[in-house]
């Protein structure tokens, strides 16, 4: 009788446990509330292509960017290259200015907004938390969120990479995958380059993707690549100093 009681206590325990675990590890791949993931796009633009092409550009109010890559975004997404977006159903958790206090003027060197009529960069924050950031709340809060973004900005280097391997924002045009091999070289992952168009029809690097894992720790391989517009095999670095 004994035997069996402690039998039976044993695999309550065992049910306890494993049912634990199981909603444990459920409560960070799917919350359908904040949306779920399985990594994360991190996306910097190029201003000068940004600025150059049939759309234009304003400078924000801080004043004109520094000739550097500048972040677009950390963008949740799926292996089968779907995306969640706009994961805050019911407006519980919308952009709040006062959760990236202290950050704000890292923001306007490192993730400028060029758009049209010229801004501060909250609304663009606050378009990019709304759409994107809000599907990775389960794993990262507000202020996490800009905090990683900016640190992958800086991790990743992408102009001095770029730079040591001889390619350099001077108006010239460079091979497409000498550009991918230097920051291969540089950070250990394959990127993946969008291009968009000048005034001239001038295939030029718009966008460079890198991929993050899903705690937003470290630069993966990307599990696939975006559908975002590809480079032809030479492509114009635009100056824009
Ligand atoms: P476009 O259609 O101009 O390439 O992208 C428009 C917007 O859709 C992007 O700025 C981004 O917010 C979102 N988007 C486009 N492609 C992807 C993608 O592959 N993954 C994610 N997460 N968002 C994307
Ligand atoms: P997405 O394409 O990420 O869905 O949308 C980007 C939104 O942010 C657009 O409404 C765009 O006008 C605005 N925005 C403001 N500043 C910038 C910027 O510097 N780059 C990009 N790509 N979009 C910006």
Known sequence: MKLVRSCSAFIISLVIIVVYEARAD???????????????YFVQQWPGAYCDSKWGCCFPKTGKPAEDFSIHGLWPNFNDGSYPQNCDHFNRNPFDKSKIIGLTKRMQVEWPTLSCPSGDGFKFWSHEWNKHGTCSANVLNQRSFFQKTLHFKIKSNLLQHLMDAGIYPNDEFYRVEDVEAAIEDGLGVRPYLECNFDKEGNNQLFQVYLCVNKLAKAFIQCPVMPHARRCASSVQFQSFS
């Open 26 to 40: 459920h409560s960070l791949s799917r919350k359908p509330d904040r949306g779920y993931y399985d990594f994360f």
